[in-house]
C-alpha cells in the first residue's frame, strides 16, 4: 500500500477515536472539538507527508525540517485558535488543557509515524 494513503488511513483513524473518546468526556468544550481535531489531524498528515517528501531529496535535513514544521504548525494554531490568547472569555486549565492534550497526542503520532518508516529505511 502506498505510504501516502496508509498514513491518512491511520491519521483519520486514529482522529476520530480521539475525538470520539474526546467527546464522551467533555461535555461543552469552550473552543470547537471538530475544529480542533480536524485541524490536527489535517496538520499530521501535512506535516509526516511533507517529511517524507523532504526525505527523498535531503535525508540528512529531516531534523530541521520537523522542528521547522512543528513551529509553523504552533503559529498556525494561535492563527486559528485566537481564544487561546484572548483575555476576553479567559479559558480555565481544564479548558486549556483540552486543547493542549491533543496537541501533543498528536505531536507523538507525529513523531511516531516518522521513526516508523525511518527504521524501515
Known sequence: MNFYLKTFLVVLLLTAVFYGAHYLIVEDPAI??????????????????????????????????????????????????PELLSDDPKLSKVELLGFLVPYFIFLFMEAAIVIKWLNKN
Open 32 to 81: 470547537s472539538l471538530i475544529k480542533t481535531y480536524s485541524f490536527l489531524g489535517a496538520a499530521t498528515f501535512i506535516t509526516v507527508s511533507a517529511l517524507k517528501y523532504v526525505f527523498g531529496l535531503v535525508p540528512d535535513k529531516l531534523g530541521f525540517s520537523f522542528l521547522a514544521l512543528v513551529f509553523v504548525k504552533f503559529g498556525v494554531v494561535f492563527l486559528l485558535f
